[in-house]
């Protein structure tokens, strides 16, 4: 049995005052745990701490890139420039280089640097606000990933906590490589891919112990430390980073002594260029409409484009040199602006950018001396000029039209080679001397043209839009038109009167009478009265004349003959979605058309008769690969291979000796049209070959005449030319290819003028028709005499078709202008066939 002690014993006494000893520590404890809850509580309250969880899921902010048929990336579009490297592809010195920079104890701590966060508390005590940050690699992960960039001491204390959190959930090598590739390296670059590759100009696989170091060093103040703007500072942060890279063991003295000595090699930055602008801003429009701007600039989309980068270097060379050509033809219209004399010597162009000049571009120079040599300012660069630079202006010497002060645009250029004179000597000696006496590059004085001109190149059989320039400059003007332009198209449009009238029986070797007629115009009345381009008619002539040589009044009466509304049916199965009135000015171009339908139009004949819709993307893919949208063909038969094909031949003698004879030696088959509208306002020549449609065309943005005798023959034929030629060299164009003939097409040697059988005489040509409708009439010699007489006097000879009028009515007024009706001008007639 147990008893209790009595009161007063020593036993009462011992616990009584264990009692009192128990309280005297526990209540601290307890009042200290009260405390601790209601401070977690508050602090909990105040500090918001993400889900570190749902990083597993977490995409970076990626580029969306445009690819070309061939892969290669064409543009980006991206609010951050950033590539994504696997944590095995990350380079063993860039690590070391960041750790040592920014965090030696990584790999020993939880997520915070306890030592690291009482100095910078020391620090920041001293100087009375936040100056030195302590934050350790995960914290600046946690701070880009999660929260704001306010140096705050509520924001410090978020970022320890998710620090922590985010050391609980992956590992140290995880949230390394993530923070690589997501830091912020200056010049709109993050991670380190995308910077090695902007400021050494090869991946980081390559990263050398110097640029390793220079890009850890640019780490802590990306928008201050450039290599470009402070270079001297970039070079001290460097050294900083090897420096501590030798404390802490990772590279050894000599290492360092040899990285050190080494200057800042970065590559020198030219102005951004985009690729194909005008192909990239309707792609680009597309998405953003489709997929919203944060798809577009967030989600790392690849955009397989229909774009053939080859074909779109031929579009872009010629239209360049097209317009320059046209241009240079007006002559030196003056400098952009004049410097005062006092100031050319210190004077800094807002244009200039670091870097050299690049042979090809353009640049603004200052003229510092003038004379037979002058010198030219651009950038830090003083280059001579000498008279081969300015031929195109009639000048002989710089010093006639450049003075001290003047601004004006340059081009640096390599001059053509000289043309071999020593045939007979061994090849290798000759390329040796050649390799050794390569011309230096010559600088060309420049302007830039006032006319715009537009060019695209269709792939007949798929609709894959494979090159397109909208205009001289996109940064001049983003208007691509191409896509957006509604332009008269002139003679070009006959085309569609020729097609329907094959579709509704008529041949090439059919004759109509050129002579003045009068048709009901827009007004109900005979009031439209076309004339042809030289104001003179050619009597008889055949389908096939008619067309190669452009004659306006020919066109027109076939409108009429066949009906103008199956004129616009035909056009539109080929093509043409813009809705058109039918008024017979229509036949000869006056409607407003889009570059693009006309050519997709064409491409139609060239395909034998197969509309396929042009297009500009063939797939889009998410960055895992999987697709979000694939182009599926949208095609459909619009006319017969066979009418395709005679229209195909009638066009291939325009070229041959029509409107277009400029292009007659091409070495492949072409067929086309030129176009030509009221007052030379635009020039047009659309053609294409058994494989691409081309279409180019040039004009002011305001309609206003070109100048006198600027036809579609004389402006943009000429650069057409230089894409196919150019194409011909680069080999997406084949010499000998020729167009298949379908069946169902016959061919007959007929009399060219007559267009009647051959019989021997008269000029012979061979001739393609609708099997069934051949011509049965033979040809005898009397037709040399009649079509050699004036219109007038044919007119007896001639036998019409039912419904077509023989002349005009007695007093019948001639047309007047109006915009819904103006007569376009035709082309000036090219030389007879052979």
Not at 501 to 524: N, Y
């Amino acid at each position: 049995m147990r008893y209790a002690p009595l009161p007063g014993s020593r036993a009462s006494i011992s616990n009584t005052e264990r009692r009192r000893s128990l309280l005297r520590w526990t209540v601290p404890v307890i009042i200290a745990l009260a405390a601790g809850t209601v401070a977690g509580v508050a602090v909990a309250a105040a500090i918001h701490v993400p889900r570190v969880e749902a990083l597993a899921g977490y995409t970076p902010s990626l580029v969306t890139q445009l690819l070309g048929r061939d892969g290669s990336v064409v543009s980006t579009f991206a609010r951050e420039r950033r590539v994504m490297l696997k944590e095995s592809e990350i380079p063993a010195l860039m690590q070391q280089a960041v750790l040592a920079s920014e965090d030696a104890n990584f790999f020993r701590h939880g997520g915070i640097d306890a030592m690291g966060v009482a100095r910078a508390a020391v620090t920041d005590l001293r100087a009375g606000r936040v100056v030195e940050g302590a934050s350790t690699i995960t914290m600046q992960l946690a701070r880009s990933l999660f929260l704001s960039r306010e140096r705050t001491w509520k924001r410090k204390v978020e970022e320890a906590f998710v620090a922590v959190e985010l050391e609980k959930n992956y590992s140290k090598q995880q949230i390394l490589a993530l923070y690589l590739n997501l830091v912020n390296l200056g010049h709109g670059n993050y991670g380190v891919e995308a910077a090695s590759r902007y400021y050494f100009g090869h991946p980081a696989a390559r990263l050398t112990l110097p640029e390793a170091a220079m890009l850890a060093g640019i780490i802590p103040a990306p928008s201050r430390y450039s290599p470009y703007r402070t270079p001297d500072q970039v070079l001290r942060q460097r050294d900083r980073v090897l420096r501590r890279m030798l404390e802490e063991k990772y590279i050894g003295r000599e290492d360092y002594d040899r990285a050190t000595a080494q200057p800042l090699l970065v590559v020198d930055q030219q102005a951004e260029e985009m690729s194909a602008p005008y192909f990239s801003e309707d792609v680009r429009k597309y998405l953003e409409a489709k997929y919203g701007v944060t798809a577009l600039y967030e989600g790392g989309m690849q955009v397989h484009t229909t774009l053939d980068p080859q074909i779109q270097r031929s579009v872009e060379k010629a239209i360049h040199e097209g317009l320059l050509r046209i241009d240079h033809r007006r002559g030196w219209r003056g400098p952009l602006a004049t410097i005062d004399a006092k100031d050319v010597d210190t004077e800094q162009l807002p244009t200039w950018g670091r870097g050299k000049p690049a042979v090809g571009r353009w640049y603004q120079g200052l003229v510092l001396e003038s004379g037979p040599t002058a010198q030219v300012k651009i950038g830090e660069q003083v280059l001579p000029h000498d008279g081969r630079g300015i031929a195109w202006t009639g000048r002989k010497s710089p010093g006639e039209i450049l003075k001290r002060g003047m601004v004006a645009w340059f081009r640096l250029a390599v001059p053509e080679p000289p043309k071999e004179k020593d045939k007979g000597k061994d090849r290798k000696e000759t390329d040796a001397k050649d390799a050794k006496a390569a011309p230096a590059p010559i600088l060309m004085l420049e302007q830039e043209p006032r006319i715009e001109a537009a060019g695209v190149v269709i792939e007949n059989q798929t609709g894959a839009v494979r090159g397109m320039v909208g205009g001289w400059d996109f940064e001049r003007n983003m208007f691509n038109r191409n896509t957006h332009a509604h332009r008269q198209v002139g003679s070009a449009f006959k085309i569609f009167v020729y097609g329907a009238a094959l579709e509704q029986g008529w041949t090439p070797a059919d004759t109509l009478l050129d002579a003045p007629t009068s048709f009901i115009g827009a007004d109900g009345r005979l009031s439209y009265r076309p004339e042809n381009y030289y104001h003179k008619h050619y009597g008889i002539v055949t389908l096939r004349r008619a067309l190669e040589q452009s004659i306006n009044v020919p066109a027109v009466k076939m409108w009429d003959l066949v009906g103008g509304r199956r004129v616009l049916d035909f056009a539109g199965r080929c093509g043409i979605r813009t809705p058109m009135p039918n008024y017979p000015s229509i036949a000869l171009g006056a409607a407003d058309l889009v570059p693009m339908e006309l050519a997709a139009a064409f491409a139609t004949v060239g395909n034998q008769g197969t509309h396929v819709e042009p297009h500009l993307i063939e797939k889009i893919t998410g960055p895992d690969g999987h697709v979000i949208e694939q182009h599926f063909p949208a095609a459909y038969s619009s006319t017969n291979p066979a009418v395709a094909y005679v229209l195909t031949h009638m066009m291939q003698g325009v070229v041959q000796h029509g409107t277009a004879y400029i292009l007659h030696d091409l070495p492949l088959d072409v067929a086309g049209k030129t176009g030509t509208t009221d007052d030379f306002s635009d020039a047009w020549f659309v053609g294409f070959t058994p494989r691409y449609t081309i279409l180019t065309w040039v004009g002011y943005d305001v309609k206003r005449s070109l100048g006198s005798g600027m036809s579609g023959a004389v402006a943009a034929a000429p650069i057409w030319r230089v894409i196919v030629e150019d194409g011909l060299a680069r080999g997406w164009l084949q010499k000998g290819e020729t167009f298949a003939v379908p069946p169902g097409v016959v061919f007959k040697d007929v009399e060219y003028y007559s267009g009647l059988l051959s019989g021997g005489g008269g000029r012979t040509v061979k001739e393609a028709f609708v099997a069934g409708t051949e011509p049965a009439r033979q040809y005898s010699s009397q037709w040399s005499t009649i079509t050699s007489l004036p219109w007038y006097q044919q007119k007896a000879f001639y036998i019409p078709k039912q419904g077509e009028k023989m002349q005009a009515p007695p007093g019948a007024p001639p047309g007047q202008s109006g915009p819904q009706e103006a007569p376009a001008e035709g082309e000036a007639p090219g030389p007879p066939p052979p």
